[in-house]
């Protein structure tokens, strides 16, 4: 992409169109998604736009929050008809990497990259990502969240092993578990056989 100029800021603060959340309904929320870092470098040739936040980056949304090393954010130009004058466009991609961590209600996902793809309503996190809700913890090699489907994700195994899941313990099964479960009870014994009816009748 050709750059017709680069912006270094410190302490930067920058608004974006609401990304994603927890529900489809989150996504047309009238609330601002803020992003802030220590540094931000931008390019734009007027068509498209590249952003990269670094240094203490930090994304905050509706019921969202994301920290991270570095963040960038990739942009496109709206039609004209579509335009609204100091819009930044639609988001095509968010890339969070470096001790990623996203936070909400009720969960929170670790993980070395974070891919989020608005146009196709989905979050994918790898490098030994992590998931902890109140259900338990779910680990793997990557894992695919789709947007308004907070029990659905796809998770997948890789080269450091098997997909993980750890949940609350399982109640006591009455026996210790320094002991041998008890052995299995006999079947009860057959039912005495019962002669079979004189069909002689009484002697005459």
């Known amino acids: 992409?050709?750059?017709l100029g680069t912006l270094l800021f410190s302490a930067a603060l920058f608004a974006v169109y609401p990304l994603f959340g927890s529900s489809p309904e989150a996504a047309v929320s009238p609330d601002?998604?803020?992003?802030?870092?220590?540094?931000?470098?931008?390019?734009?040739?007027?068509?498209?736009?590249?952003?990269v936040?670094?240094?203490?980056?930090?994304?905050q949304g509706n019921n969202l929050t994301v920290t991270c090393d570095l963040l960038e954010l990739y942009s496109e130009r709206l039609d004209e008809?579509?335009?609204?004058?100091?819009?930044?466009?639609?988001?095509?991609?968010i890339v969070a990497s470096g001790n990623v961590l996203i936070e909400q209600?009720?969960?929170t996902a670790r993980a070395e990259r974070a891919e989020v793809r608005p146009l196709e309503d989905k979050i994918v996190l790898t490098?030994?990502?992590v998931v902890t809700d109140a259900?338990?913890?779910?680990?793997?090699?990557?894992?695919?969240?789709?947007?308004?489907?907070?029990?659905?994700?796809?998770?997948?195994?890789?080269?450091?092993?098997?997909?993980?899941?750890?949940?609350?313990?399982l109640p006591d099964l009455g026996y210790s578990?320094?002991?041998?479960p008890p052995p299995p009870q006999p079947p009860p014994p057959p039912a005495e056989e019962i002669p079979p009816a004189d069909d002689a009748g009484p002697a005459q």
């Open 32 to 51: 601002e998604t803020v992003i802030t870092g220590k540094r931000l470098e931008m390019q734009n040739d007027g068509q498209r736009a590249y952003f």
């Open 1 to 3: 992409m050709k750059s």
């Open 105 to 107: 209600e009720g969960r």
């Open 81 to 93: 008809a579509e335009e609204t004058f100091g819009e930044l466009g639609r988001i095509r991609l």
């Open 177 to 180: 578990p320094q002991q041998a």
């Open 135 to 169: 259900q338990g913890t779910v680990s793997g090699a990557k894992m695919t969240f789709f947007r308004g489907q907070q029990q659905g994700a796809i998770v997948e195994s890789g080269e450091a092993g098997p997909v993980r899941v750890r949940l609350p313990m």
């Open 127 to 129: 490098g030994n990502p």
């Open 53 to 59: 936040f670094s240094e203490a980056v930090r994304l």
